[in-house]
């Protein structure tokens, strides 16, 4: 090779693409406090053209060397202050440097650069979260020049070469073995990456488990464990080792919730290491393109993102399963199909809620934690599951009527019921606060029985499915008519005043003839005490969960005309029942508690129209 102090001939001029230029500029000329995560990038691009030729070599012997070892080498020279990465890997043709090297695809530049001026971080830590992590080397380059020679026995071996100025060239180059060479002649301020003791120690903080061996210099002692973490036993590993794991495969820098470790010899031999990450978003800033589990055979990588493993629901979980038992050279569409598959994925999604499961009994607050990021992929779950939705339900939480600042499991509402309660109850709204004020809650809470408030709109969803837990069926407030003690019943119905049975009639027809279409029906009842009146579904109706799904899912929907009930022993009532009928004033309170129930339900179209009226109430009320 020729001296690198000097550049190569330069043959062909490219000019780079604007968002590549601006990008060089914020790396070249910006200053870093870790200027060390180059090497990690570097690393992690000569990894991932090993992955890939390992992967062609289970196929294709036709290769350029097929029996070179795969593996990364770091070799520094101080009398030409150059640092060369070099892999034996998938390599490069000179087209295929022009198009990796000399642009940045998937618009990976023009995101950095947004996130760069938007974001709070420093640079360093978004450098290689948007492809564009081979540029970070020019925060310590004076030039770069790449080398390299492609699989493919005919392919030429190529140069890229590039100061970081506005253009690069692309020559013919000459490279026996396969593979790529990263050349880098560092600036004085960066001799330290010439140093053994730096460049192991860069390489153990954030490429100890890169799966290839890494050498420095000649030396044959391997740096990095290169361990497969996931086939160790779990009692040989730390919890820091699972973290430095999780680190180096996310770039996450924010500690998982939790983490599941397997070893299955039946009724498949397999491995897996699953995580939980502390937040659901990937985000702008996120190093995970798409969802999928890493999916290994034998310890090689034969896919990147593998959603079969897991139901739909549960794709948040971030890690690597490998099986003995799947072929290497199987494809995609033949890994879905397979038995090996079914049984991986019943594995690991019952690992995954076993893991859940114990998080919320060993660590309640941080399981809180998952519940507010989660809760909606578990809401999801327990609607879409066909075979075991009932294995979701111990992972729900509710906030309750009598405990609204808390989250309570199914568990320990079924451990708070008096002994008469034999259902599990729940109301639906829009938010918590409104909710609590629902009429339909009146003799719940006069009884201190439990509600589950039901506010997210996935809840509809999920009580489709959701009927029943252990013993205990479901019931909405607004239909369930629960056999409450007769003795306190008794008590209740010993209240008085309340409007006369004969003068009832009366009230009911003046509430027809003032609401006249807009109700189905108006009726006394006996399932209020602190509201005035609430509204119910006319018998035959789509139930109110399925009302919430139609509209969610803006399907054409005409919600049904309401059944209006009256508390016959509530105050306002009673003094409406003592007006006159053809008293102005009988039918402005008659409107206000109408729309008053309407709105409690969610259904009122315009609030603010109530103000005139209510403002009216307000002057009769002043005169008496």
């Known amino acids: ?96 440097m022009e198009e990796n090297l000399g642009t940045i695809a ?10 760069a001026q938007q974001s709070g971080k420093q640079v360093n830590d978004l450098i290689g979260q ?19 020679r492609s699989y493919r026995p005919d392919a030429q071996a190529a140069s890229w070469y590039s100061t970081g100025s506005d253009t690069y060239t692309v020559e013919p180059a000459e490279k026996e073995r396969r593979g790529s060479d990263v050349i880098i002649k560092l600036t004085d301020d960066a001799q330290e990456f010439l140093k053994e ?85 990937r985000g702008l800033l996120s190093i995970r393109r798409e969802e999928g589990l890493k999916l290994y055979a034998r310890k090689v990588l034969i896919q990147e993102y593998n959603k079969d493993l897991l139901p739909e629901y549960l794709q948040f979980v971030q890690g690597v399963v490998d099986s003995e038992d799947l072929p290497l050279n199987v494809s995609r569409e033949a890994v879905q199909s397979t038995r090996v598959m079914q049984q991986l994925r019943k594995l690991v999604t019952g690992k995954v809620l076993d893991t859940l499961k114990k998080l919320a009994t060993d660590d309640v607050e941080k399981y809180n934690k998952f519940w507010k990021a989660y809760d909606r992929f578990i809401k999801h779950g327990v609607a879409v599951e066909l075979n075991e939705p009932e294995a979701l339900y111990p992972l729900l939480r509710f906030r309750t009527t009598t405990h609204p600042d808390e989250w309570s499991s199914l568990d320990q509402g079924v451990e708070r019921m008096p002994e008469w309660q034999k259902s599990i109850y729940y109301i639906l709204g829009d938010d918590a606060q409104s909710v609590q004020y629902s009429p339909h809650l009146d003799l719940f809470r006069k009884h201190n029985v439990e509600v589950l408030m039901l506010t997210d709109p996935v809840d509809s969803f999920m009580l489709v499915r959701l009927n029943k837990y252990k013993d205990y069926p479901l019931e909405n407030v607004a239909t369930a008519k629960p056999d409450f003690p007769k003795e306190e019943k008794a008590e209740a119905e010993a209240e008085s005043p309340s409007v006369p049975e004969e003068e009832s009639k009366g009230l009911i027809e003046r ?5 006249g279409e807009r109700i189905s029906d108006v009726r006394m ?100």
């Open 525 to 624: 009842t006996d399932r209020l005490s602190d509201s005035p009146a609430r509204l119910i579904d006319p018998e035959g109706a789509m139930n109110q969960e399925m009302q919430r799904v139609y509209r969610m899912l803006d399907r054409d929907f005409e919600v049904p005309k309401k059944v209006l009930e009256i508390n016959p022993k509530h105050p306002i009532i009673v003094k409406l029942n003592a007006l006159a009928a053809d008293d102005p004033l009988s039918s402005v309170v008659i409107e206000q508690i109408f729309e008053d129930a309407l709105l409690i339900e969610g259904l009122h179209p315009d609030p603010a129209s109530m103000i005139s009226r209510i403002q009216k109430l307000m002057e009769a009320a002043l005169k008496s």
């Open 197 to 281: 003791y730096r460049l192991r120690e860069v390489i153990r903080k954030h490429s100890d488990f890169v799966p290839f061996p890494i050498y420095i210099g000649d030396q044959k002692e391997q740096v990095n464990r290169q361990t497969a973490l996931w086939r160790q036993s779990p009692r040989e590993v730390e919890q820091k080792d699972y973290d430095e794991f999780y680190q180096q495969m996310t770039l996450d820098f924010e500690p998982p919730l939790a983490h599941a470790h397997m070893a299955v010899d039946a009724p498949v031999q397999m491995y897996a290491l699953l995580y939980i990450p502390s937040n659901p978003e």
């Open 106 to 115: 998937h618009s990976g530049a023009r995101e950095f650069l947004a996130a």
């Open 1 to 96: 090779m020729s001296d690198m102090d000097t550049a190569p001939q330069k043959s062909q001029q490219i000019a780079f693409k604007a968002e590549t230029r601006q990008l060089l500029n914020i790396l070249i000329h910006s200053l870093y406090t870790e200027r060390e995560i180059f090497l990690r990038e570097l690393i992690s691009n000569a990894s991932d053209a090993l992955t890939r030729m390992n992967f062609e070599i289970l196929t294709n012997r036709e290769v350029l060397d097929p029996d070179a070892e795969l593996g990364i080498w770091i070799i520094p020279n101080e009398a030409e202050k150059t640092l060369t990465i070099r892999d034996t890997g998938i390599g490069m043709t000179a087209e295929e």
């Open 511 to 515: 509430f027809k003839q003032q609401l």
């Open 130 to 148: 948007f492809g564009v992590g081979f540029y970070s080397a020019f925060m310590v380059a004076e030039w770069i020049r790449v080398v390299s």
